[in-house]
């Protein structure tokens, strides 16, 4: 069975985009057949870190929500590009990006007149099956709003990000209560961007009694990941660091638990 | 999403993203996309507006006694009403006089004639059923207003009612549909001689002619039935449309005499209360469960959609929703609106 998995911050900033990307391809390296979607209409980011320009796509989820493509044709495959050396007729691994408009107009557009989150929901349906999905990654806009709560109603894991703030705190668990509310089957959180010289055990059972949610791994800031700036996927400009490997041990059991 | 967004608000909207997500969903998309292969029946051509619709349309939805709508394929196109007005506005003819006095003017006897058969009841003149043209036009005549304008308001209301929007007449059906009405006219004439209708019957007969022409889409139709599902309040506005206790009568000549000289066999077959209307709608209603809305305007030779007839039989066949079904085993539409989820949650 195909899994979908959200990734969501209640506040922009966390490393929600990039932290999505790297799972998705240490989780395609991992051998399986991957697709992450933007969700995030009204301000798309996912595709810079895969270098993607508005003229390497011709259709984007805007495109599909309209009505005017069927979802796989916004799909781009970015196997080549992101995990390098695969066999063009290769099944596994793949990696699929879908990205959201990057058109001044077509954003507005989508926030003016809305759409049938009915139709989102197909288009993630029609996307395991049309390209055969192992995994589908769901970037989702910060803070709450129609695409984050119905990537959350139809995932089968709910990764939330929050770095150690007080702001993140208080808005995590309103997201926590709506997820909870709608019986998303699995959940977890990620503490990102923590400086060093903070105490994380502590900080990692603080979280956890606050929400009743496991803490599944806490990130450091990194410089690394700073100066890289969202202009590559830090996985694999640096596959030895540290991060890498923590962000390796979270993609475990995201694809160990559904191999 | 501000701080001053109420309880009531968040369930709502979990409630519409639950069922957004729901598996249902992929069912009614999977009987769409098989049913819209179908290329049979004729769109209707008896005046040239109706004869004007794409026959590729095809929408499905679906509304829950609590609200929820699932839409799939063309569920926003307008189209006339047409004979899926008789019920409801028997319905509003109930709230006027009460059963009895309905009663004596309009029968509740299924007929093997076809609709828009020139034909009364001879021992009591009575036209057989309000879903035949005669019984409708009876029906129309009753409904109550101080004038014409009046009773053409009381009639928008009360759709709007059970559509929870606003509707509007088709003024160009409406036109044409008084313009070619000789048929419905005679009949109107043949009442009056009887003294089964009043000397306003030329009124009536335009407010016949303007119910026919209300438009809605094939998600009105699904709203309209989960309304009667709901015991006569509109799930989305929570307002009431009818009065409960009439609401089973209305269920029950549906269920009867809806599908015109089809209603037998459908009773037998699908065994849904349900209405069509040579508009190329057709509304269904599952008691205190669902409202069934489905939209196609090629129509078979009895004058019932197509793809809705199709739809609605696989609809009531997979998920066992005929009237007299009991001890049905397969999964049910509520299971595939909300399933047990897998997984604990931590």
Not at chain 1, 237 to 244: Q, S
Not at chain 2, 79 to 93: D, E, H, M, N, R
Not at chain 2, 155 to 169: E, H, K, N, P, Q
Request: charged share 20%; hydrophobic share 40%; glycine share 10%.
């Amino acid at each position: 069975m195909a899994k979908i998995i959200s990734t969501h911050s209640f506040r922009g900033g966390t490393g929600k985009s990039n932290t999505t990307a790297n799972l998705a391809v240490l989780a395609a390296r991992a051998g399986h057949r991957v697709g992450i979607i933007d969700t995030d209409i009204q301000s798309p980011g996912i595709h810079v870190l895969f270098r993607l320009g508005p003229g390497d796509f011709r259709y984007s989820l805007n495109d599909y929500l309209w009505g005017k493509c069927r979802i796989e044709e916004a799909a781009c495959d970015v196997t080549t590009r992101s995990i390098g050396q695969v066999d063009e007729d290769a099944d596994r691994p793949r990696l699929f990006v879908i990205p959201s408009s990057l058109k001044t107009g077509e954003i507005a557009r989508i926030l003016r007149e809305g759409y049938d989150v009915g139709r989102l929901n197909d288009g993630l349906q029609d996307l395991l099956k049309r390209l055969r999905l192992d995994y589908l990654f769901i970037d989702t806009h910060p803070g709450v709003n129609e695409e984050t709560l119905l990537s959350i109603a139809v995932s089968d894991l709910l990764i939330l990000i929050v770095r150690p703030d007080q702001q993140d705190f208080q808005g995590t668990a309103v997201t926590v209560e709506l997820a909870r509310k709608l019986d998303v089957p699995e959940m977890f959180l990620l503490i990102n961007k923590v400086p060093t010289g903070m105490d994380v055990v502590a900080l990692g059972e603080q979280v956890q009694s606050m929400y009743q949610a496991e803490v599944a791994a806490i990130l450091p800031l990194c410089n690394e990941m700073v100066r890289t700036a969202s202009s590559d996927i830090f996985c694999n400009r640096y596959p030895d660091h540290p991060l890498t490997n923590e962000l390796a041990a979270v993609t475990a059991r995201i694809v160990g638990a559904n191999p | 999403m501000s701080g001053t967004t109420r309880p009531d608000e968040i369930d709502l909207l979990i409630g519409k993203m639950k069922t957004a997500a729901a598996p249902l969903r992929e069912v009614l998309r999977e009987i769409h996309a098989r049913h819209a292969a179908v290329d049979e029946g004729q769109v209707a051509d008896y005046i040239p507006e109706l004869a004007k619709a794409d026959p590729h349309w095809f929408g499905l939805a679906l509304a829950t006694s609590d609200g929820q709508v699932i839409e799939v394929g063309d569920c926003r196109q307008l189209f006339t009403i047409q004979s899926i007005s008789k019920p409801f506005v028997f319905g509003l003819a109930l709230e006027d006089h009460g059963l009895e006095h309905v009663l004596s003017k309009v029968g509740v006897e299924p007929t093997g004639e076809a609709f828009n058969a020139i034909v009364l009841d001879e021992a009591s003149n009575r036209p057989f059923n309000p879903m035949v043209n005669a019984g409708a036009i009876a029906t129309a005549d009753l409904i109550k207003g101080r004038d014409f304008p009046e009773r053409v308001t009381r009639l928008l209301a009360m759709f709007s009612r059970f559509c929870g929007r606003d509707v509007y007449i088709d003024n160009a059906v409406f036109m044409s549909e008084r313009l070619t009405g000789h048929r419905n006219r005679a009949i109107g004439h043949l009442m009056l001689n009887f003294g089964m209708v009043g000397e306003r019957i030329a009124d009536s007969l335009e407010l016949y002619f303007q119910q026919c022409s209300v438009l809605v889409n094939c998600r009105d139709l699904a709203v309209m039935g989960a309304t009667l599902a709901n015991g006569g309040v509109n799930p989305l506005t929570g307002q009431r449309a009818i009065e409960q206790s009439y609401v089973k009568y209305l269920l029950s000549i549906m269920l009867s005499c809806g599908m015109y000289d089809y209603a037998g066999e459908w009773a037998y077959r699908v065994g849904i209360p349900s209405k069509s209307g040579v508009g190329g709608g057709i509304v269904g209603v599952i008691p205190n469960q669902f409202g069934i809305g489905t939209f196609s305007p090629p129509l078979d030779r009895k004058g019932n959609s197509v793809r809705g007839i199709l739809a609605c039989q696989e609809l009531s066949h997979r998920f066992g929703l005929h009237a007299f079904e009991s001890g049905f085993s397969g999964p049910t539409l509520r299971d595939l609106l909300a399933p047990p989820r897998q997984g604990d949650l931590r």
